[in-house]
């Protein structure tokens, strides 16, 4: 289904940042209102990520108006506010393909287009890399303006101060703009705010601020008396202390709703020397009043139907496994209020926001900084407490270093629940959890669970808060579990013991080893291949004994994970063979070694060979 771009008779004429750099700035607003109206309604058709984009629309106009794009670069953080600027760069035509397989990337992605210069999918990277393309643009010589956009949410991830410190000492000119929606804008104030930044990026308080500084060269008493002046007249109508303390000049904030405001402001700020910082105030689903109401969520929607502000009525069906995790943390916390839960600001996605309202004193969300997260784990664990860390597969590689030097180097009993282990789906290559198993394993005191079913893993979580002689993981997928009943009594398990679930009633031929929640169509697979299954239920330490069982016994081993197989499940199962010398036929099912691009789950289960079908092709071409 495409939109009918004569609806939309401005926007028509701008499908490219030439094209809309030949407007003139009084149709400005009308081309906005258009590209919110357009934006409203692709992303009903296909579904995908929604408030942010609605309160990027003006910034993003003025962006390509005021900057010339390609030549000049524009790095999204993160890129969920970034649809805006992929319907102005010749892609939005493409629109209610996106998150599709096949289709556009959710995010900004270099192989997409000479607009996107850097690929993103974790926030906090983008000054970093503007940084970069700052100091390359200095040594090229050509003129080249680099801008930076990050959200007020990703300002609390570390890894953004440590760019703008560096950034500050080397002095490159580039803009950063700090799109903060956390706050409603107040007219009056707004008015104020705007006026001010106009005046503040204009040539004539430039002129004078920079002429004062040479004058006052010589004099270094006098300069530094009037240093902090300036600065502390500037602290008292503008929060920019912070950032002129850390080398950049500070502009704003500003109504980032007004596209005439943020482009004379851009103007000015263009040629400005040294490191800017651009504070703008948006409002998240800005002009889609349920987005307004509830940008939470309306963050990232279902195909739905703008006119009637509603999204598809959803069914009953299973629990999610992060619905599981969730109510398992309350039962435990109703229990034991030495139990504390830490989200790296993924309250929603990892099903803690009722565990927030009924226990808030033992819930911290540390903000986006998975580092700091897992350190703060790793405190709470010396005290004594019990905390659990829920964290996403692929935002657990940015605390790496954390699990292994914080927490398990100090066999600290922290659990952490990975929620989007293996295929995520339309996220794409960002979001694919597809590694944990893989970095985790190598990792000495490490204890790793991979549940089947949600039965499973309500009792290894339990496991992993039982356990107090180092850090536990429990692994599991994103989605609907399996419709397994919960049992609500909570036993702990035997520590790296897997089971026999099927057992072959015919020669010994083939025996599959599973790992995790492909355990269903692996049941199916042995089905028609009459093979025996065992789930393993752990990645480390595995069982031994079941191994050496099954690998002796069969002629064919066969093991099966939604984890990368280089390095997962499978290479354990390897490894220990190895050292036992039972030198069999091994076949490993898993995720192959490439980044897996976006699409639907199902979608790309097929593609891999991962569903029932694929993983009982995949045996018979091997024993065959």
Same mark, same amino acid.
């Given at each position: 289904?495409?939109?009918?771009?004569?609806?939309?008779?401005?926007?028509?004429?701008?499908?490219?940042?030439?094209?809309?750099?030949?407007?003139?700035?009084?149709?400005?607003?009308?081309?906005?209102?258009?590209?919110?109206?357009?934006?409203?309604?692709?992303?009903?058709?296909?579904?995908?990520?929604?408030?942010?984009?609605?309160?990027?629309?003006?910034?993003?106009?003025?962006?390509?108006?005021?900057?010339?794009?390609?030549?000049?670069?524009?790095?999204? %953080?993160?890129?969920?506010?970034?649809?805006?600027?992929?319907?102005?760069?010749?892609?939005?035509?493409?629109?209610?393909? $996106?998150?599709?397989?096949?289709?556009?990337?959710?995010?900004?992605?270099?192989?997409?287009? &000479?607009?996107?210069?850097?690929?993103?999918?974790?926030?906090?990277?983008?000054?970093?890399?503007? @940084?970069?393309?700052?100091?390359?643009? &200095?040594?090229?010589?050509?003129?080249?303006?680099?801008?930076?956009?990050?959200?007020?949410?990703?300002?609390?991830?570390?890894?953004? #101060?440590?760019?703008?410190?560096?950034?500050?000492?080397?002095?490159?000119?580039?803009?950063?703009?700090?799109?903060?929606?956390?706050?409603? $804008?107040?007219?009056?104030?707004?008015? @104020?705010?705007?006026?001010?930044?106009?005046?503040?990026?204009?040539?004539?308080?430039? *002129?004078?601020?920079?002429?004062?500084?040479?004058?006052?060269?010589?004099?270094?008493?006098?300069?530094?008396?009037?240093?902090?002046?300036?600065?502390?007249?500037?602290?008292?109508?503008?929060?920019? /202390?912070? #950032?002129? =303390?850390?080398?950049?000049?500070?502009?704003?904030?500003? %109504?980032?709703?007004?596209?005439?405001?943020?482009?004379? *402001?851009?103007?000015?700020?263009?040629?400005?020397?040294?490191?800017?910082?651009?504070?703008?105030?948006?409002?998240?689903?800005?002009?889609?009043?349920?987005?307004?109401?509830?940008?939470?969520?309306?963050?990232?929607?279902?195909?739905?139907?703008?006119?009637?502000?509603?999204?598809?009525?959803?069914?009953?069906?299973?629990?999610?496994?992060?619905?599981?995790?969730?109510?398992?943390?309350?039962?435990?916390?109703?229990?034991?209020?030495?139990? @504390?839960? !830490? *989200?790296?600001?993924?309250?929603?996605?990892?099903?803690?926001?009722?565990?927030?309202?009924?226990?808030?004193?033992?819930?911290?969300?540390?903000?986006?900084?998975?580092?700091?997260?897992?350190?703060?784990?790793?405190?709470?664990?010396?005290?004594?407490?019990?905390?659990?860390?829920?964290?996403?597969?692929?935002?657990?590689?940015?605390?790496?270093?954390?699990?292994?030097?914080?927490? +398990?180097?100090?066999? @600290?009993?922290?659990?952490?629940?990975?929620?989007?282990?293996?295929?995520?789906?339309?996220?794409?290559? /960002?979001?694919?959890?597809?590694?944990?198993?893989?970095?985790?394993?190598?990792?000495?005191?490490?204890? $790793?669970?991979?549940?089947?079913?949600?039965?499973?893993?309500?009792?290894?979580?339990?496991?992993?808060?039982?356990?107090? %002689?180092?850090?536990?993981?429990?692994?599991?997928?994103?989605?609907?579990?399996?419709?397994?009943?919960?049992?609500?009594?909570? /036993?702990?398990? =035997? $520590?790296?013991?897997?089971?026999?679930?099927? =057992?072959?009633?015919?020669?010994?031929?083939?025996?599959?080893?599973?790992?995790?929640?492909?355990? /269903?169509? +692996?049941? &199916?697979?042995? &089905?028609?291949?009459?093979?025996?299954?065992? %789930?393993?239920?752990?990645?480390?330490?595995?069982?031994?004994?079941? *191994?050496?069982?099954?690998?002796?016994?069969?002629?064919?081993?066969?093991?099966?994970?939604?984890?990368?197989?280089?390095?997962?499940?499978?290479?354990?199962?390897?490894?220990?063979?190895?050292?036992?010398?039972?030198?069999?036929?091994?076949?490993? !099912?898993?995720?192959?070694?490439?980044?897996?691009?976006?699409?639907?789950?199902?979608?790309?289960?097929?593609?891999?060979?991962?569903?029932?079908?694929?993983?009982?092709?995949?045996?018979?071409? #091997?024993?065959?």
């Amino acid at each position: 289904m495409s939109l009918d771009i004569s609806h939309y008779p401005l926007l028509a004429q701008a499908n490219t940042p030439d094209e809309l750099r030949q407007l003139p700035p009084s149709v400005l607003p009308q081309v906005a209102d258009e590209l919110r109206e357009f934006l409203l309604k692709s992303v009903g058709i296909s579904s995908g990520h929604f408030a942010s984009g609605l309160g990027t629309v003006e910034l993003t106009v003025a962006l390509h108006y005021v900057y010339n794009t390609p030549f000049d670069r524009l790095i999204w %953080d993160v890129g969920h506010q970034a649809y805006p600027h992929k319907i102005l760069t010749g892609r939005r035509d493409r629109m209610p393909t $996106i998150r599709q397989k096949n289709g556009l990337h959710p995010f900004p992605w270099r192989e997409e287009s &000479e607009y996107d210069t850097f690929s993103v999918g974790h926030s906090g990277t983008s000054i970093s890399a503007a @940084l970069a393309m700052a100091v390359a643009a &200095e040594k090229e010589g050509e003129g080249r303006k680099v801008v930076a956009v990050i959200g007020d949410g990703a300002m609390t991830g570390g890894m953004v #101060f440590e760019a703008l410190n560096h950034a500050g000492d080397l002095h490159n000119d580039m803009l950063v703009v700090l799109n903060d929606n956390e706050m409603s $804008i107040s007219e009056n104030v707004g008015a @104020l705010n705007n006026h001010l930044a106009k005046l503040m990026s204009g040539r004539f308080y430039t *002129t004078i601020r920079e002429g004062g500084k040479k004058v006052l060269q010589g004099m270094p008493v006098i300069k530094e008396m009037a240093k902090r002046t300036e600065e502390h007249l500037k602290g008292m109508v503008v929060p920019g /202390t912070l #950032f002129e =303390e850390l080398g950049f000049n500070y502009i704003g904030p500003i %109504d980032g709703h007004d596209v005439n405001a943020l482009v004379e *402001t851009m103007s000015n700020m263009r040629n400005l020397k040294g490191p800017q910082i651009l504070h703008i105030m948006t409002k998240k689903g800005k002009g889609y009043e349920p987005a307004e109401r509830d940008p939470i969520g309306w963050h990232a929607v279902p195909k739905f139907d703008p006119s009637t502000f509603a999204k598809p009525a959803s069914k009953p069906g299973k629990p999610t496994f992060s619905q599981v995790f969730g109510k398992w943390l309350c039962d435990i916390a109703a229990k034991d209020e030495k139990v @504390l839960g !830490i *989200t790296p600001a993924m309250r929603e996605g990892s099903g803690m926001v009722e565990f927030s309202q009924r226990f808030p004193k033992q819930y911290f969300d540390a903000a986006i900084a998975e580092q700091h997260a897992v350190t703060l784990g790793a405190g709470f664990a010396c005290e004594g407490f019990k905390p659990v860390v829920a964290i996403y597969s692929t935002f657990l590689q940015r605390g790496y270093d954390q699990l292994i030097h914080d927490v +398990a180097l100090q066999r @600290l009993p922290v659990l952490f629940a990975i929620d989007r282990g293996g295929i995520v789906g339309a996220d794409g290559p /960002t979001h694919q959890g597809a590694f944990d198993l893989s970095f985790m394993r190598c990792i000495p005191n490490m204890v $790793i669970m991979a549940p089947s079913d949600e039965n499973e893993c309500r009792q290894m979580l339990y496991t992993g808060y039982c356990y107090n %002689d180092g850090p536990t993981a429990v692994r599991y997928p994103r989605g609907s579990a399996t419709g397994a009943e919960q049992v609500e009594e909570m /036993t702990a398990m =035997e $520590i790296g013991k897997g089971r026999i679930v099927r =057992e072959s009633s015919g020669d010994k031929r083939i025996a599959i080893l599973n790992f995790g929640t492909t355990l /269903t169509a +692996a049941l &199916e697979a042995a &089905e028609a291949l009459d093979a025996t299954v065992a %789930d393993m239920r752990f990645v480390k330490p595995l069982d031994e004994a079941l *191994t050496e069982q099954l690998a002796s016994e069969y002629d064919f081993v066969i093991t099966v994970e939604e984890n990368a197989i280089k390095g997962g499940a499978g290479s354990g199962v390897l490894e220990f063979m190895a050292s036992k010398r039972l030198l069999k036929p091994v076949l490993q !099912i898993g995720l192959p070694d490439e980044f897996i691009k976006h699409g639907a789950p199902e979608e790309i289960t097929t593609e891999l060979g991962l569903d029932a079908k694929g993983i009982e092709q995949q045996i018979r071409a #091997f024993i065959d």
